[in-house]
Nanobody
Framework: VRLVESGGGSVQPGGSLKLSCTAS????????MAWFRQAPGKEREMVSRSRSSGDSSIYSDSVKGRFTNSLKNVKDTLHLDLQMNRLKTEDTAMYYCAADLHCSGGWNYWGQGIQVTVSS
C-alpha cells in the first residue's frame, strides 16, 4: 500500500489549508484511513480518522469543529482529504496519512509526511 500526501504549506492564524492523501496498491478493501501529526518535541497524535464503510469520522478534541475529513473512492482508489479551517499556531506540525487495511487498530502504512506551518 502506498500513501502519497499533498497540500500543506504555510498560513497565518485563522487561515485554511487542505491536505490530500491518495492510497494505492491494495487489492481488496482498505478499511480505514487517518491523519496523524507530530510537532517538534512532541509525540505523534491522531488528528482524524475515517472508515471506507461511511461511518462518521472521528476527530481529536483539539481539532473538532475546525477540521473535516472527506474520504472518497474514485476508480478503486481511496482519497482522504483533510480540510483545516481556523488554523492555530499549535496546529503547526508534520502531518502524516496512515492506513489500516482491516480496521485492526494497527496503522501499518504511512505516507512520507507533509509540513503545515501556522505563523503570523
Amino acid at each position: 500500500v502506498r500513501l502519497v500526501e499533498s497540500g500543506g504549506g504555510s498560513v497565518q492564524p485563522g487561515g485554511s489549508l487542505k491536505l490530500s492523501c491518495t492510497a494505492s496498491g491494495y487489492f481488496f478493501t482498505l478499511c480505514e484511513m487517518a491523519w496523524f501529526r507530530q510537532a517538534p518535541g512532541k509525540e505523534r497524535e491522531m488528528v482524524s480518522r475515517s472508515r471506507s464503510s461511511g461511518d462518521s469520522s472521528i476527530y481529536s478534541d483539539s481539532v473538532k469543529g475546525r477540521f473535516t475529513n472527506s474520504l472518497k473512492n474514485v476508480k478503486d482508489t481511496l482519497h482522504l482529504d483533510l480540510q483545516m479551517n481556523r488554523l492555530k499556531t499549535e496546529d503547526t506540525a508534520m502531518y502524516y496519512c496512515a492506513a489500516d487495511l482491516h480496521c485492526s487498530g494497527g496503522w501499518n502504512y504511512w505516507g512520507q509526511g507533509i509540513q503545515v506551518t501556522v505563523s503570523s
